[in-house]
C-alpha cells in the first residue's frame, strides 16, 4: 500500500512551467514529501502502542520495535517532481487498514490528508511564481 503525489509531469506539460518555476515546484514536492513522512511517523508515535501476545494460556503484552515507523521515509523520484512514503514493512497494511481480529490504526491516510491542502495551495503558488 502506498499514496503518492502524482501528476506533476502532466501538469508541469500542460501548464508549460518555466524553467524558472521549476526549482520552486521541486522544493513544494520535497517540502509536502518530508511534511507528509514526519506526519506519518509521529501518528505511528501515536497510535502503535504495542500488542497482546498469547502464548498458550499466558499472555504478554509485547511493545513494538518502531521498524515501520522508521521504515516511513521519503523518496524523491522523476526528477523531483515526485514525492513518495510507503512503510516498508509487509504488515504495514494490516496497521493501517486492520483484519478481522485487529482494528485499524490508520496513521499514512490520515497524514495524507493534513498535508494534501498546504501542497495544493504552495502548488499553485509556485506556479505563478510566488515563493
Known amino acids: 500500500m502506498s499514496l503518492s503525489f502524482e501528476g506533476l509531469g502532466r501538469l508541469e506539460s500542460k501548464l508549460k512551467i518555466s524553467a524558472e518555476a521549476a526549482p520552486r ?3 513544494v ?3 509536502s514529501g ?3 513522512s514526519n506526519k506519518t511517523q509521529e501518528l505511528m508515535n501515536e497510535r502503535y502502542k504495542g500488542h497482546w501476545e498469547r502464548n498458550g494460556k499466558k499472555r504478554k503484552w509485547v511493545y513494538p520495535t518502531g521498524t515501520t515507523r522508521r521504515s516511513a521515509v521519503v523518496h524523491i523520484t522523476d ?3 515526485t514525492a513518495y512514503v510507503a512503510p516498508q514493512t509487509a504488515y504495514f497494511p494490516y496497521l493501517e487498514y486492520g483484519t478481522r481480529y485487529m482494528t485499524a490504526r490508520p496513521t499514512l491516510s490520515p ?5 494534501e491542502p ?3 495551495r504552495e502548488l499553485k503558488q509556485a506556479i505563478k511564481g510566488k515563493d
Open 25 to 27: 515546484v521541486k522544493r
Open 29 to 31: 514536492v520535497m517540502k
Open 34 to 36: 518530508a511534511d507528509l
Open 79 to 81: 526528477g523531483g517532481l
Open 111 to 115: 497524514a495524507f490528508h493534513e498535508v
Open 118 to 120: 498546504q501542497f495544493k
